[in-house]
Protein backbone atom coordinates (compact mmCIF):
# COMPACT_ATOMS: atom_id res chain seq x y z
CA UNK A 1 0.00 0.00 0.00
CA UNK A 2 2.61 2.19 0.83
CA UNK A 3 4.68 1.40 -2.34
CA UNK A 4 1.37 2.87 -4.02
CA UNK A 5 0.73 5.80 -2.36
CA UNK A 6 4.79 6.60 -3.46
CA UNK A 7 4.35 5.59 -6.54
CA UNK A 8 1.97 8.01 -7.19
CA UNK A 9 3.62 10.79 -5.41
CA UNK A 10 6.18 10.26 -7.90
CA UNK A 11 4.45 10.61 -10.93
CA UNK A 12 2.85 13.73 -9.51
CA UNK A 13 6.38 15.31 -9.43
CA UNK A 14 7.43 13.83 -12.66
CA UNK A 15 4.87 15.07 -14.62
CA UNK A 16 5.13 18.81 -12.49
CA UNK A 17 8.69 18.99 -13.45
CA UNK A 18 8.23 17.61 -17.23
CA UNK A 19 5.35 20.65 -17.24
CA UNK A 20 8.36 22.84 -16.11
CA UNK A 21 10.77 21.81 -18.52
CA UNK A 22 8.33 22.27 -21.21
CA UNK A 23 7.44 25.42 -20.48
CA UNK A 24 11.28 26.63 -19.74
CA UNK A 25 12.25 25.34 -23.29
CA UNK A 26 9.28 27.40 -24.96
CA UNK A 27 10.18 30.76 -23.58
CA UNK A 28 13.53 30.12 -23.41
CA UNK A 29 12.84 30.35 -27.43
CA UNK A 30 10.85 33.24 -27.24
CA UNK A 31 12.96 35.84 -24.74
CA UNK A 32 13.62 38.92 -26.08
CA UNK A 33 17.25 40.53 -26.12
CA UNK A 34 15.97 43.78 -23.95
CA UNK A 35 14.35 43.80 -20.85
CA UNK A 36 11.01 45.14 -19.87
CA UNK A 37 10.70 45.69 -23.67
CA UNK A 38 6.88 44.81 -23.46
CA UNK A 39 3.67 47.38 -21.80
CA UNK A 40 0.70 45.55 -21.10
CA UNK A 41 -2.45 48.33 -22.25
CA UNK A 42 -5.31 47.34 -20.53
CA UNK A 43 -8.28 49.54 -21.60
CA UNK A 44 -11.02 50.59 -18.17
CA UNK A 45 -14.17 51.90 -19.44
CA UNK A 46 -16.50 53.21 -17.22
CA UNK A 47 -18.92 50.55 -17.68
CA UNK A 48 -16.50 47.63 -16.65
CA UNK A 49 -17.67 46.08 -14.28
CA UNK A 50 -14.71 43.41 -14.14
CA UNK A 51 -11.83 45.75 -13.02
CA UNK A 52 -10.37 43.56 -10.43
CA UNK A 53 -10.35 40.17 -12.53
CA UNK A 54 -8.78 41.93 -15.39
CA UNK A 55 -5.99 43.53 -13.35
CA UNK A 56 -5.15 40.53 -11.46
CA UNK A 57 -5.28 38.38 -14.70
CA UNK A 58 -2.38 40.79 -15.97
CA UNK A 59 -0.78 40.54 -12.76
CA UNK A 60 -0.43 36.95 -12.89
CA UNK A 61 0.68 36.91 -16.74
CA UNK A 62 3.76 39.24 -15.28
CA UNK A 63 4.68 36.99 -13.22
CA UNK A 64 4.00 33.78 -14.99
CA UNK A 65 6.25 35.02 -17.95
CA UNK A 66 8.43 36.78 -15.77
CA UNK A 67 9.34 40.67 -14.65
CA UNK A 68 12.33 40.81 -17.15
CA UNK A 69 9.75 40.16 -20.50
CA UNK A 70 7.25 42.59 -19.49
CA UNK A 71 7.94 45.88 -18.26
CA UNK A 72 5.22 47.09 -16.84
CA UNK A 73 0.97 47.28 -16.85
CA UNK A 74 -0.55 50.35 -17.85
CA UNK A 75 -4.28 50.80 -16.79
CA UNK A 76 -5.80 52.93 -19.68
CA UNK A 77 -7.99 55.03 -18.37
CA UNK A 78 -11.01 55.91 -21.03
CA UNK A 79 -13.46 57.24 -18.47
CA UNK A 80 -13.53 54.73 -15.34
CA UNK A 81 -15.74 55.83 -12.83
CA UNK A 82 -14.35 56.32 -8.97
CA UNK A 83 -14.72 53.11 -7.75
CA UNK A 84 -12.51 51.47 -10.72
CA UNK A 85 -10.06 54.25 -10.05
CA UNK A 86 -9.40 53.01 -6.31
CA UNK A 87 -9.16 49.38 -7.87
CA UNK A 88 -6.58 50.61 -10.07
CA UNK A 89 -4.77 52.73 -7.35
CA UNK A 90 -4.69 49.79 -5.00
CA UNK A 91 -2.89 47.36 -7.96
CA UNK A 92 -1.09 50.73 -8.21
CA UNK A 93 -0.13 50.23 -5.01
CA UNK A 94 0.35 46.38 -4.83
CA UNK A 95 2.61 45.70 -7.39
CA UNK A 96 5.20 48.01 -8.68
CA UNK A 97 4.74 47.36 -12.34
CA UNK A 98 1.23 48.36 -12.63
CA UNK A 99 0.52 52.26 -13.68
CA UNK A 100 -2.17 54.15 -14.21
CA UNK A 101 -2.51 56.74 -17.79
CA UNK A 102 -5.05 58.80 -19.33
CA UNK A 103 -4.88 58.88 -23.02
CA UNK A 104 -3.22 62.54 -23.00
CA UNK A 105 -0.56 61.61 -21.05
CA UNK A 106 -0.42 57.93 -22.48
CA UNK A 107 2.96 58.75 -24.43
CA UNK A 108 4.68 59.54 -21.53
CA UNK A 109 3.92 56.77 -19.84
CA UNK A 110 5.44 54.73 -23.01
CA UNK A 111 8.40 56.78 -22.67
CA UNK A 112 8.14 57.10 -26.65
Not at 82 to 102: L, M, P, Q, V, W
Request: charged share 25%.
Amino acid sequence: MIYIILEIILIFFAAFGITELIRMLLFSGLKCKEENSMILLVPIYKECDDVEILLRNAAMRVKWLDNNHIGKIICLDLGMNEENRKICETFCNDYHFIEIATTENLNQEINL
